[in-house]
């Protein structure tokens, strides 16, 4: 038996005095409303103590209409007794009851019309109706029909009887502690010492509470962070930069050549504006075309200056490290971006037009490819992933490249970044003269994989749901 | 990418072992494996590497790479005794022309599907497109040489392939499928190019279509290939990737004469690189003999030249080889990456974060300590959002994509509070109260700083919420604020204020104007804040 609520108590005392009763009565000795003696009586029931017996009474009332015929006699009666023999139907149609009567006497065949001339039928009587007017009582058909008629209403009143069982009757025996239940400790009762007389109202621990929303940070920024923090610790500096960027910055200075796909429209957002080249962009422009003074051929061609000065949304973080290089040629350099970067896609499950870039790059002298994969090996293993792997890879701007691939238990191998050597033709032109090991990964994609989403567009077009049940902590790393 | 199908039984032959050991393998060389069929793979590789977009030089490429057989593959070219003339008209148009004979193909369905697909995809990947390179492929022995590169004048009349009646070059560029995908190329030309024989007859106009008279069928025994384009280099590499390719399947290369000139030779190029160059690079420690191998291995020619130096003669059909770098990654490759011993640099150095980042950490602090929770919307969106829906005049520094996908995208937010609005809407359905705010990057006159913007949903939302919120905020961050009226259409007069830090505005709160709630289709009031983060003291202005 589950503990005893002080109402419950109370309720039992009472019922312990009067035995059998009414809601309505106990709610008096109670000073409750005869509501909650109900609901007390019921937990009292679910205890084994009380027994509730509701009592459904149908009864009738009077519209204003029926009230009027109540008195007056309904209208097919007053008209009959104006019904005498050669009463016409002229004569009778003046009759204030007329309209409603008449229908109803031919309705029940108490009338015949003949000739003009209206006479009752032999014995008609309308004395049935107006006693179950009257006295509605128990119903019945004439009931019904005077519902029907709209003179009548259905009411139901519903009573409880109340008992104690004798199980109710022991506990009481047994003796009930009637103090009154504290709810909230006040201020006065803690500094009096009134606590300490005073019975403190118990809850039910099986109640889920009403769910308490906290302020939180997106599940999506925690991951940025996290990859943050873990990047600050390997000793990087952040950076941060413009989403608008020169194509020279975006591009060219990463030795794209001015007629590759990826520098087409129709994946690049262009914007109208243009921003003059840097001093010594020559160089970059002499790389371009014959490779300058490395062992490089160059891409040979032509190579337009309006084509360079032209600003895009970024499509990589790369524009934004390669300046910072070009600014801070002297090794060591070690740092990161994560930012985001756009690209002129059509927006589904799985692409967006703007999503979250980590970059990194590493510039000192004698760093190397070894060194490369193993600050991605360190750095996926911070992430969580046990297993990383590495395989050959394309990229316009490094030589040698990489793929980094990580092991997703349920999943296998999965894609996670590319990475690489800047090559010296990206280098060289701007002074760079040590090896620069840089990678990249769309974070998404490790977002995707922690939260388990179906839907790219969920992490920016959030449901508040989402966010408000998406816990802030997971045990497991990686994924 | 492209996605190169090969057949088993034919890569088998070519590369002279068992599938398995290729597919297990194929990925080291740089490819992902797409698809294992019953007869066939389907392996995407890299467009750095065009030579490998056939089964024959995937072979040739496995075949070293497995040690079957390693070093430069030797091709030897016989001079056909063909010439081609070039109109000197067409130095403005496309100037460029490539040519070989290749004799004694046998063709079936399958090798005339494998040489389309690599044409194709040398369009792609050379080619860009069919503008800076165009490939034709003819049955030589339909026509009469010597040929002709022509300027041509747009009447004139020929078969294209595909048809039966003649057009005009004009009309084949309306009628003709090819005509309508690449007229854009040729179309600002007065003249059009043209190569016909000694009789006059059509082989092709590129870069649009072949005649229909040198059709490529399976009874063809000997080509005539036509490279056209606007760069030198490019025309030359897509000559040697097909020529070497059908020699590696048996048939022979025969050179052409092209204005005095025999070409093609299928001569590799040569360079002399450094192994201390390369070993540093890839943090392996190398002997001139084993690098020699290892580029044996991935087909180069390669001797060590005494002390430091490797001589390499790289293969005519490997376009990437632009710098000494790029034979330092084959090395890599042949030494295989799951070799090379990841090693974290030894340089040392303190992480620092950036003080954007710290403060935009610091607005979330604040924000989620005041119950808010964070949004993160994207920074493309519509006029209708940022301005229309909010009342406000469009922010003369605002940023138009040229292109935009969508009319959702056109504009890179300059404001975030129309972003919160949006959000609410999108989440009417859920439990309020709601408390939304956002940190983000906006743009403004090409310069990208941050904001933050937070927004409040209930029925009891009021201006002394968002006072109360922005004044919060204001404090933590340290900055020292006034306000004044403000006459921001967004918001209810009399109910709204500027926020003034060092007598400029930095920022704006109070109730949202009902217009605006009918506008997003909110039912609640909404208080609303959104502040220039550049306000706070010490943020770095550039």
């Known amino acids: 038996m589950a503990e005893l609520t002080q109402n419950e108590k109370r309720l039992l005392a009472v019922l312990a005095r009067e035995g059998n009763a009414e809601a309505l009565h106990l709610a008096r000795h109670l000073e409750a409303t005869s509501d909650a003696v109900v609901q007390w009586a019921y937990l009292a029931m679910d205890n084994g103590l009380a027994t509730v017996d509701r009592i459904v009474e149908k009864g009738f009332v009077y519209t204003d209409e029926g009230k009027k015929y109540c008195e007056h006699g309904l209208p097919e009666t007053q008209l009959m007794e104006k019904i005498g023999s050669g009463t016409t139907l002229a004569e009778l149609q003046k009759h204030e009851a007329f309209r409603i009567g008449f229908g109803q006497l031919r309705k029940k065949g108490l009338v015949v019309v003949k000739d003009g001339s209206v006479s009752n039928v032999d014995g008609a009587s309308t004395s049935e109706d107006e006693i179950a007017l009257k006295n509605p009582g128990e119903g019945g058909p004439r009931v019904k029909e005077l519902i029907k008629r709209g003179l009548l209403q259905e009411t139901e009143a519903i009573r409880y009887s109340i008992a104690i069982t004798p199980a109710g009757e022991l506990a009481v025996k047994q003796g009930l502690d009637l103090r009154e239940e504290i709810g909230t400790l006040t201020r006065d009762q803690i500094l009096s010492g009134a606590w300490k007389n005073a019975s403190l109202r118990k809850y039910d621990i099986a109640k889920l509470p009403k769910k308490a929303y906290p302020g939180k940070i997106h599940p999506y920024q925690r991951i940025i962070a996290e990859m943050r923090e873990i990047l600050l610790e390997m000793g990087f500096s952040e950076l941060y930069g413009g989403i608008v960027q020169q194509s020279f910055w975006n591009f060219d200075a990463l030795f794209q050549p001015q007629d590759h796909p990826a520098r087409e429209m129709q994946d690049t957002f262009y914007l109208k504006e243009t921003l003059p080249l840097p001093k010594g962009y020559e160089k970059v422009k002499a790389m371009h075309i014959s490779g300058g003074e490395t062992s490089s051929t160059g891409w040979g061609g032509i190579w337009r200056e309006e084509k360079a000065e032209q600003c895009v949304l970024r499509t990589h973080t790369t524009s934004v490290s390669i300046q910072y290089l070009a600014r801070n040629p002297n090794p060591p350099v070690k740092a990161f971006c994560i930012g985001r970067v756009y690209r002129r896609e059509t927006i589904d499950t799985t692409h967006l037009a703007e999503f979250e870039q980590l970059e990194g790059i590493v510039m000192d002298e004698d760093v190397n490819f070894g060194n490369l994969l193993g600050i991605l090996r360190e750095f996926y293993h911070r992430m969580g992933f046990e297993g990383v792997r590495f395989k050959p890879s394309y990229y316009p701007y490094t030589e040698p490249s990489l793929d980094a691939e990580v092991f997703v238990e349920g999943i296998g191998w999965i894609e996670m970044g590319g990475a690489g050597i800047f090559r010296e033709e990206v280098t060289a032109p701007l002074g760079i003269n040590y090896p620069v090991l840089a990678w990249g990964l769309g974070v998404s994609r490790i977002a995707m994989l922690r939260l388990g989403l179906k839907d790219l567009r969920q992490l920016h077009h959030s449901d508040i749901a989402f966010l408000r049940e998406t816990p802030a902590f997971r045990r497991t790393g990686g994924v | ?542």
Not at chain 2, 365 to 390: A, H, N, Q
Not at chain 2, 427 to 443: I, S, T, Y
Not at chain 2, 494 to 510: C, I, L, P, Q, T
Request: some cysteine.
């Open chain 2, 1 to 542: 990418m492209a996605v190169i199908t090969l057949p088993y039984k034919y890569l088998e032959r070519l590369t002279r072992t068992d599938r398995k050991t290729i597919l297990d393998k194929v990925a080291l060389i740089g490819s992902d494996v797409e698809r294992i069929e019953e007869d066939h793979a389907d392996v995407e590789f890299f467009p750095d590497r065009p030579d490998l977009f056939s089964p024959e030089g995937v072979a040739r490429a496995m075949r070293g790479f497995l040690g079957i057989e390693t070093g430069l593959p030797a091709y030897s070219v016989k001079p056909s005794g063909i010439s081609f003339t070039i109109d000197p008209a067409l130095a403005a148009i496309r100037p460029v022309l490539g040519a070989a004979v290749i004799r004694g193909v046998t063709f079936d369905d399958e090798s005339i599907q494998s040489i389309m697909s690599l044409q194709e995809s040398l369009h792609w990947a050379v080619g860009r497109g069919r503008s800076k390179v165009a490939i034709g492929i003819h049955d030589l022995d339909t026509v009469k040489p010597p040929f002709h590169y022509i300027a041509s004048p747009r009447s004139r009349k020929f078969v294209p392939l595909d048809y039966t009646e003649e057009m005009t070059m004009d009309e084949i560029l309306v009628k003709h499928p090819k005509g309508r995908d690449y007229a854009k190329i040729v179309q600002d030309f007065p003249l059009f190019p043209l190569i016909v024989d000694s009789e006059d007859h059509v082989l092709s106009f590129p870069p649009i279509i072949n005649g229909e008279r040198t059709r490529v069928t399976m009874n063809t025994k000997n080509i005539l290939l036509d490279t056209t384009g606007t760069d030198a280099k490019a025309v030359s590499v897509a000559v040697n990737i097909i020529c070497t390719a059908m020699a590696e399947a048996g048939a022979r290369v025969e050179s052409v004469t092209i204005g005095g000139v025999e070409t093609p030779t299928l001569a590799p190029a040569e360079r002399t690189v450094s192994v201390k160059e390369c070993s540093r690079l890839l943090g392996i420690d190398l002997t001139a003999e084993e690098m020699a191998v290892l580029l044996r291995k991935m087909r180069f020619g390669a001797q060590p030249e005494g002390g430091d130096k490797v001589r390499v003669q790289i293969p005519c059909y490997r376009a990437d080889i632009m710098h000494d770098w790029d034979t330092f990654e084959d090395v890599a490759i042949a030494y295989g990456y799951e070799r090379i011993i990841a090693q974290p640099p030894a340089t040392y150095t303190v992480g620092k974060p950036n003080p954007v980042q710290v403060f935009a950490s610091l607005a979330r602090d604040i924000f989620c300590g005041l119950g808010y929770l964070e949004v993160m919307p994207f920074t493309l969106t519509s006029e209708e959002t940022l301005y229309r829906k909010m009342l406000r005049p469009e922010a003369g520094g605002a940023l138009h994509v040229l292109h935009p996908i969508t009319i959702d995208n056109t504009v890179v937010r300059t404001d975030l509070v129309p972003l919160l609005l949006e959000f609410l809407n999108m989440n009417k359905h859920r439990e309020l109260p709601q408390r939304l705010f956002v940190v983000g990057d906006v743009v403004e006159n090409c310069i990208t700083y941050q904001k933050t913007a937070g927004v409040s949903i209930h029925p009891n939302a009021d201006f002394s919420e968002a006072y109360a919120t922005a004044d919060a905020i204001l404090r933590d961050l340290s900055i020292d604020y006034c306000v004044r009226e403000s006459a921001d259409s967004a918001f209810i007069e009399g109910r709204r204020a500027d926020v003034m830090v060092n007598g400029k505005k930095a920022g704006v709160f109070g109730e949202i104007h009902p217009a605006v709630l009918n506008g997003f289709e909110l039912e609640h009031s909404v208080a609303a804040f959104e502040l220039d983060l550049r306000a706070v003291p010490g943020y770095p202005v550039p």
